[in-house]
């Protein structure tokens, strides 16, 4: 079944590469896209297919409070994730300090390296990222623990995934007073 998921899922227009692992230690399901790809797009269709073979199933699936925000306030720093061949490069700065990250290309190791970039630029501890994931109707939540604190931002993946990452990032670490990505603990 592995095989035929990773063949049917790089058949979807968008999909660069797909590695399929359900059964080793980092299990799950790798997809890199193309550059000029439509992610919304590519990522209703990956979730239909996934549904269709069984992988994802109701335990899988996660619920957020809707509406999701559609507009973050200005969470002071910018932000630049740019694809690697082998993950991603992940940039934070604010006026007087930058600081960039090379980390895998896996939703955890990117939300957090934007994390630790973030907190090394405005001088605050790092929290450790526990949890990513993507909602059926196109909602990001990130968790961050920080100690024994658990907080959470979410986002809408409409306006595409570094503003989403940045709005969630930004709500799991309380860098945003958006009423839309308060900061909740878990």
């Known amino acids: 079944m592995t095989?035929?998921?990773a063949s049917r899922l790089e058949d979807?227009?968008?999909v660069a590469s797909v590695v399929v692992d359900l059964e080793g230690f980092g299990r799950g399901i790798d997809v890199r896209l193309e550059p000029d790809a439509d992610e919304a797009v590519v990522m209703e269709r990956l979730?239909?297919?996934l549904a269709a073979y069984g992988v994802r199933n109701d335990r899988d699936q996660v619920r957020l409070p809707e509406p999701a925000p559609k507009v973050a306030r200005d969470p002071g720093v910018s932000v630049s994730i740019t694809p690697?061949?082998?993950g991603a490069r992940i940039e934070v700065s604010t006026r007087s300090v930058k600081s960039f990250r090379i980390v895998a290309a896996t939703p955890t190791a990117i939300a957090q390296g934007l994390a630790d970039a973030w907190c090394q630029v405005v001088g605050r501890v790092p929290v450790e990222i526990v949890a990513v994931s993507v909602?059926?109707?196109g909602s990001l939540r990130v968790a961050a623990l920080d100690g024994d604190r658990e907080t959470e931002g979410l986002a809408?993946?409409?306006g595409g995934w570094v503003a989403a990452l940045t709005e969630a990032v930004a709500?799991?670490?309380g860098a945003?007073?958006?009423p839309g990505l308060e900061q909740a603990a878990i």
């Open 3 to 5: 095989s035929n998921l």
């Open 12 to 14: 979807i227009p968008g």
């Open 47 to 49: 979730r239909a297919l």
């Open 84 to 86: 690697l061949k082998s």
């Open 135 to 137: 909602g059926d109707e």
């Open 156 to 158: 809408d993946v409409s």
């Open 171 to 173: 709500g799991a670490l």
């Open 176 to 178: 945003t007073e958006n």
